[in-house]
C-alpha cells in the first residue's frame, strides 16, 4: 500500500512493474542483469485517487502520460531490481505529494503607501544621478 496523505492510499496491486536492462557503465553485470524498473499505473482509471487529485495529476504531469492514460516512471539508479522498483514508488509519492492538496488563491494586496513613496524618492534619486552624469550644456 502506497500511503500519501490520510485521504490517498493506493494499493500496490495497481501497478505494473516490468524490469529491462541498464543503460550506462557497470561492466559485464549490466549486460546481464535486468535491473532497471519501470512503473507502469493507470491514473486515469485508478480508482484508488479521488477527481480533484486526479485533474490536477494529469493536469501537472501531462508530458508523463501515455494515450492510454498510463503513468510511467523508471528507475535504473540502483543495480538491485527491489531498490530501483522502491525508487520509482518513492518518485511517485513525492508526485502525489505534491499535487494532494489544492493550491492556495492568492489574495489581492495593495502596497502601502510608506513603500510607495520609497519607491518614487529612488527613482527620483536615480534621475538625478543620471541626470548629473550629462555634460553641461554649453552657455
Not at 57 to 67: C, G, K, Q, S
Not at 103 to 130: M, N
Request: some cysteine; aromatic content about 6%; hydrophobic content about 30%.
Amino acid at each position: 500500500m502506497l500511503c500519501v496523505e490520510p485521504g490517498i492510499r493506493i494499493p500496490l496491486g495497481e501497478f505494473r512493474f516490468t524490469y529491462v536492462r541498464s543503460a550506462g557503465p557497470g561492466g559485464q553485470n549490466v549486460n546481464k542483469v535486468n535491473s532497471k524498473a519501470v512503473l507502469r499505473w493507470p491514473v486515469s482509471t485508478s480508482p484508488s485517487l479521488p477527481d480533484p487529485v486526479r485533474a490536477r495529476f494529469l493536469a501537472r504531469y501531462a508530458n508523463r502520460i501515455t494515450t492510454d492514460g498510463d503513468l510511467v516512471l523508471s528507475s535504473q539508479r540502483y543495480r538491485d531490481q527491489p531498490q530501483n522498483r522502491d525508487d520509482c514508488l518513492e518518485k511517485l509519492q513525492a508526485m502525489l505529494t505534491a499535487i494532494a492538496r489544492p493550491p492556495v488563491k492568492r489574495r489581492k494586496t495593495r502596497p502601502s503607501r510608506g513603500s510607495i513613496e520609497r519607491r518614487l524618492t529612488e527613482k527620483r534619486q536615480k534621475s538625478r544621478h543620471k541626470h548629473n552624469r550629462s555634460l553641461p550644456a554649453d552657455d
